[in-house]
Structures are given as C-alpha cells and as structure tokens.
C-alpha cells in the first residue's frame, strides 16, 4: 500500500527543493493525516512537526476552529475575482491587518504566496518613485544572506548561494550590504554592539546609491533560510531612520517571521518601527492556504490614486488574489490569537526551549544555541573554537533529519543547523521530546 503509493508518486511528481535522486536512497514519507502538532505517515507512525512544515502551521495541523471557518466559508462563497468586486472576509482581513501591523500601514494589496508578496514590494516602491518623477530609481538594496523567495524578481534579493547562482545571468543588479548577523560578532561583543557595527556599511552603502535606489529589503531580526542567524532590533530602527534620511522606501520581509516567531506578533515591534511595505504570508493562514499580503502607507498609495488616463495604477494581479477561503482562515487564525491571548502565552514556551536547549550549547560540535522568541538554532561545526563549518559535503543536517524521523520528530536541519519554529500548541512533553531528540541526533551527526 505505502510502497505502491511510493512509486505512485515518484513517477509523476517532482518535489519541491529536492535532489529527486535522493529518493532512491532517501525515502518519501507519505503523510495520510495531520491533528495538533502531530502528522501521521500511512503506517501509522506520527512525527511532531516541529519546523510547523516549513514555518507555516500556528495552531497544529486540522485545527477545529480553522476547520469550521472553512467549512462556513465554502458554503457561502469560494472565490470571486477582486477586482471591481469585493466580499467579507477580505475585508475583515484588511481592517484586521490594518489595526494590528505597526502605525502608517494602512493599506492592503494581496497575492498567494511569499514570493508574489516581495514581486509587489518591488514593483510598488520603483512605480512609486516613477510616479513620482524619479524613474532612475530602479534599484534595491538586500542583505548578505538573505531570502526572499523564489520568483526572479524576488531571488535578485536573495543571496544564498544554493539558491542563487546558478541564476546569476538572470538576476536584477541588486546591491548588497553585509548581514548583522550576530553568529560573526567579535568575542565580548554584544548583539547590539555587534548589529550596529554593521549598520556602518549598510549606511554607507545607501549614502553612495541612494540616487539610484528604491528600496532596502530585509528580513526583520531572522534571516531564516540562511540558517536562522539573527540580529539585534537596533538594526531595524537605525536602517529605518537612514531610509528616511535618504528618500528610500523599507520593505520589511515579515514572509517568515511574522504572526508571532520572534516573540511580537511582528518582528518590527521590537525596533518600534514601520516599514514602507510589509510582506505577510507563511503564518497569515496559520499553515492551511496560500494567501499573501502586501500592506504599505497612505504616502504610497496616493502616488497611484490619480485620473486613469495618467495611467499611474498599479496594474497588477493574481488569479486567486484575496480569495474567500483563504483570507476565512486567516481571520479565524486572528481571532485564535486574540482570544487564547497566543503572543502572551509563548513568552512561557519560548522561556522553557531556551531552558532546555541551553545544555545544547556546551556540546563540542555546536559552536552556539541562538533563540529569537519562538525560533531556535543549533550550529553544529567541526571547530568550535574558530567556528569552522563541517564540510557541506558530509551532510550531517541529514542525519539529523534521519535520527529525529526514526524518533518520532520532524526536523529538518537547513546545512549543519538545527532548529525548531515549532506551531504555538506545542506541550512541554513536546518540547522536551523534541529537545532530546535533536540533542541526540547532532551527538551522532558530530560523532564521526
Ligand atoms: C518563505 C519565504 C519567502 C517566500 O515565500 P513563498 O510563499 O515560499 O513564495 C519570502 N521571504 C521569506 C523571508 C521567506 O521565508
């Protein structure tokens, strides 16, 4: 039965971010149901899901509330174009976003993925300054080691080698200013001291361009598929003031960190700031649908209210913008947080894995344990007195992977670092399994 739907899929699929050759030694894990943190393979086996599939899941897999909202919502309406049409879960959504992102975000633009959400970021702040008379502003600033998704438009940001460059020919001309990712900082170094240190060259990074650029892109406090390294708040409010120095826009990249990660239920809270735009999707639907949202200020949005003739609109969609179902869940994931007081709670939960990872962090192969709110990481590497990587080859992440499936947890190490972003309904039994567990698998990943 499970071997069969195997081959099944193996002879017609081609999965995402996947070496397909790896399947022949590596097996598919079929998964025939999800409840709570648990997804359950088609031999009965369940595994935590402690990486909330790729940081998506909030609330644990078939959520009873979220179940019954979709159930309302397909009765009533399943999509409908939005433009020159609208309906009530759309808008519920937006007046929601719009009162919980930070001050000045007063406008919602959707789409249905992280990386359609970043494509309009992009496309809005250039056609802003267009409309506005400045046209040679057509560049954009990202950091080193970060990710912004997949869509050309959106990889030009990005600069994680594996995902990268090999695309290199097709990519925009993007500048890039040095992470401050505090992983690096000089020993006695603070993450504060360390971040605004390298605050330095991003400034002079804008100083030099910023005739010619449009926006600085960043992922806020975790760049988190260049292997959850972090940084301290104080970036955030000095870039936002030098992009207001400069006449730049800021787009905040909130795809990952969003919807309570870091602790707030977004990451800007903590530097007290609000971005030019901010990109939302992964949490919005707490794990269930793709929808992505773009919210930006009433300063950009006027650059583009005008007569249609000007042609100044933003003439830009997406088959499923806005739709029905999806922006249902999201507003049922909202009022989750809302009535279980969720950002409240996680304080405790994310006081009890730094508990108990902190062990963690004087094992000889794990050269630091790093933790912003829900999020945790554990690098594991060959020196831990120079910080020297394994070599990318052992791939010592998988065996991790393969240790914590045998064991009854997903995790999925990106490289040599470990990490858990697990859903909020996770127990302390939970968390203590999962603990254990990576614990072990980095003492046989690091052993031979
Ligand atoms: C996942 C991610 C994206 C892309 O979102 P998709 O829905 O996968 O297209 C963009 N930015 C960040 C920070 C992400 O983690």
Not at 7 to 17: A, F, M, N
Not at 200 to 229: D, F, N, W, Y
Request: aromatic share 10%; proline share 5%; with cysteine.
């Amino acid at each position: 039965m499970k071997q069969d739907f195997i081959e099944r899929d193996l002879s017609v699929l081609w999965h995402p971010c996947t070496q397909m050759k790896d399947h022949e030694s590596l097996p598919l894990i079929p998964i025939k149901s999800g409840k709570g943190v648990y997804i359950e393979d088609f031999d009965g086996n369940r595994y935590i899901d402690a990486i909330s599939s790729w940081w998506v899941n909030l609330f644990g897999h078939c959520n009873p509330t979220i179940n019954q909202a979709i159930r309302e919502q397909i009765e009533q309406l399943e999509h409908v174009l939005l433009a020159g049409f609208s309906h009530e879960p759309v808008v519920s959504l937006s007046e929601q976003l719009v009162e919980l992102t930070p001050p000045g975000l007063s406008r919602c633009f959707y789409a249905d993925n992280g990386s359609s959400a970043i494509e309009v970021a992009l496309k809005m702040s250039f056609h802003y300054w267009s409309n506005h008379g400045h046209p040679e502003k057509q560049r954009y600033i990202s950091l080193s080691n970060s990710y912004h998704g997949e869509t050309l438009g959106a990889l030009s940001m990005g600069n994680v080698p594996l995902f990268t460059k090999t695309y290199g020919p097709l990519m925009l001309d993007t500048l890039v200013a040095p992470s401050p990712d505090c992983y690096h900082r000089d020993p006695g170094d603070t993450w504060e001291a360390h971040s605004r240190k390298m605050f330095i060259e991003m400034e002079a990074l804008i100083e030099k361009h910023a005739h010619e650029v449009a926006a600085v892109i960043v992922e806020p406090l975790v760049q988190c598929a260049g292997t959850m390294r972090m940084y301290h708040p104080v970036y955030l409010s000095l870039l936002r003031a030098a992009c207001d120095r400069y006449n730049i826009h800021l787009i905040a990249d909130e795809v990952a960190v969003g919807f309570g990660r870091t602790g707030t239920l977004f990451a800007c809270e903590q530097a007290n700031i609000t971005p030019d735009f901010m990109c939302l999707s992964k949490g919005l639907t707490a794990g269930y649908l793709p929808l992505s949202v773009t919210l930006t200020t009433d300063e950009v949005y006027s650059a583009f209210y005008d007569d249609y003739a000007k042609l100044n609109a933003f003439f830009h969609s997406h088959s499923y913008t806005g739709n029905p179902i999806a922006c249902a869940v999201a507003n049922a994931s909202l009022g989750i947080f809302r009535d279980e007081n969720i950002i409240e709670k996680n304080k405790q939960t994310a006081a009890l894995m730094h508990e108990l990872t902190q062990p963690i962090a004087s094992h000889p192969h794990v050269a630091e344990v790093r933790q912003t709110g829900m999020m945790v990481a554990m690098e594991m590497v060959k020196d831990k007195a120079t910080k020297t990587p394994y070599d990318w080859l052992e791939r010592r992440g998988l065996k991790v992977y393969q240790h914590a499936l045998e064991n009854g947890v997903l995790l999925r190490p990106i490289g040599n670092v470990v990490y858990m972003v697990p859903p909020y309904v996770i127990t302390e039994e939970q968390i203590k399994h999962v603990v254990n567990i990576a614990s072990d698998g980095i003492d046989i990943a690091t052993s031979a």
